[in-house]
């Protein structure tokens, strides 16, 4: 193999509130534009939504033609309605009482069994219409017996265990959902007691209180992703309702390095954390979440409020972009656009309906801090500095954590994580958000990390965490060990020592980015199959070979113009493939047209002898 080209440095100067683009000055928006402009828009679609249902008992099966079934659903919609009333100011919409609407859902979801986010939304709602039930309307328009139903609506106890102080067969993020149910009934008096308020909220802050950054959202495998942010969030708010002063002393370090992980990450679209179960249009809502947050929570900004602005105005540009004005619904299935199986046809209007009510209560809180910080404008783009580092997210028992890059043309996040499945594209060691790269959703596949069939039948994969990692001081580049490995089909976290020992460093080369693998075994071990693949957003390809023969694959597209070139010490074969209408065409924002693979088969690695391969990705202009 021919030696590793130089490490070259990238000087990228960009103003601090008025970013250039491509030699062209950022627009200016004025806060009074962006408040019209959402108001405008929220009236109008919520208008349309609340008139195409005419019946709460039954339900309706649809919506506009979307489903309305799936879990969530109701609670979702009814905390939409009432942001919107207090963003607002206004009590009717489409000739209807919402307060009433708000009562009325909120029994709807008893009668359906809702839990978790629709207990959640549920007690959210009903703050959005006065804190003291005396005069909140909502409150004031059930009668006794519903109010009874309401209080048991929203009894945390049922899915949330206080003997064991474990979320019942969830996530730990839940534990972050308990916690604002509970300090939000307390705040309201209907829940009354206190103890059970503050074990919930004891528990929820217990990674914090010992002393993590990040949490691990299924201990103790190591999956890190954008629940951490989004859970240290909710237990902020929790606590400092709760007034429990310990937890948010232990939550401040966190948030801080959270906070400036998340700005670190964000794209140019604001698209926020770019690995994990929860992408697409839930990346771009976390952004105005986070927005808001900080907003009301200045010792956390990353980054001045005009351009944190900026990150929550391109958010809102491409979630009204994505919305469908002729369906009234946000394209979650369009062609090549794939979700978690948790978002099913029976969800999608509920997808729409948590727009418009994250939307409603970011737009209110973000608009709250610019007229109090007297910020009448902002940039139309987010002004991001150059970043190369890495953040770990845990050193032991099994590192974890992502480099984030953006140098120039790159910019990336490579996670070393667990996913929900050993092998599932959205968590492998793999550059996230490489422009012109994309992972399959929900798909166990090998992109840009190769998975090796043994002689015995299992498949193997570099991830779930790593043995070693080694970043380099000026963050430009990567060293990660793995001997131990996970196996496809097992259970995420559990681990399998092959005798084979993986090392494969990433650098930084101007617009380049090469990854080069190590592979060494103890004794002697047939590989059945080698293959990896390099999942392209581009629908156009061509072969071009360069100097001394060498290949090099091209893909473009309106992002970017990507060519890759790959050698090893075996045979490879190399062609590209069409994925069609399937899975693995089915990317979060997009479809993914074309991959390129890279197989060999019956490799034979000899004991102690190191054998090699490298695949360098370049960005051209």
Known sequence: MKPLAKLGFIICLSSA????????????ITRDELRSEIADFL????????????????????????????????????????????????????GRDLAKEVGQIGLLEHRLGGTRFSQLYAVLALRHFGRDLNSNPVWLNLSDKERAAWRKLLDVSSFYDPKSQRVINLPENY????????????????????????????RAARPFLNG????????????????????????WEAAEMADRKDILEALRPSLRAQMRLWWDLIAPDGYGYNWGRSLGVVSYLDTLEIVAFLAQHPEFRPAPLEQLASAYYRAWRW????YDDQKHMLSIFAFGRGNYSYITRDREWQQTASFFGKTAL?????????????????????????????????RAPRAAGVWVVRQGALHFALPITTGTKPGIADYLPAPHGLPGVAAPVEQIYPALVPFLELADGRTIVAADGADTIEPSADGRSLRVVWRRWAVIGNRAGQLSEPR???????????????????LMADEEIVIRQWRCAVPLTAPRYELRFGENN??????????????????????????????????????????????????????????HKPMRWRLTLRLTR
Request: net charge negative; proline share 5%.
């Open 17 to 28: 509130l008025t970013p250039v683009i491509a030699g062209r000055r950022a627009a200016i």
């Open 43 to 94: 009236g109008a679609e919520l208008t349309i939504h609340l008139s195409a249902i005419q019946s709460l008992d039954p339900p309706p099966r649809a919506v506009l033609g979307a489903g309305a079934t799936g879990e969530y659903t109701w609670g979702t919609f009814m905390r939409a309605l009432a942001a919107y009333a207090e963003l607002t100011g206004q009590r009717t919409l489409a």
């Open 175 to 202: 534990l972050g959902v308990a916690a604002r149910i509970a300090s939000t009934s307390y705040q309201l008096g209907l829940l009354k007691d206190r103890a059970l308020l503050d074990n919930v909220l004891t």
């Open 212 to 235: 993590a950054l990040y949490a691990d959202d299924a201990p103790p495998t190591g999956r890190y992703d954008r629940y951490s942010n989004e859970y240290a969030r909710y237990v």
């Open 319 to 322: 979630l009204r972009r994505d």
């Open 362 to 394: 970011a737009q209110r809180l973000l608009l709250e801090a610019l007229d109090r910080e007297g910020i009448s404008q902002f940039p139309s783009e987010i002004a991001r500095s150059p970043v190369a580092r890495f953040e770990f997210f845990r």
């Open 500 to 518: 084979i020992t993986s090392e494969v460093t990433w650098h930084l080369d101007g617009d380049t980015i090469v990854r080069e693998e190590t």
């Open 550 to 607: 060498e290949r090099w694959d091209r893909f473009s597209s309106t992002e970017a113009v990507l060519e890759l070139n790959a050698l090893a010490d075996w045979p490879l074969r190399i062609y590209a493939w069409a994925t069609g209408d399937t899975p693995l065409g089915r990317g979060a924002r997009g479809a993914i047209p074309l991959h390129l693979i890279y197989e060999a088969r019956d490799l034979v690695l000899l004991r």
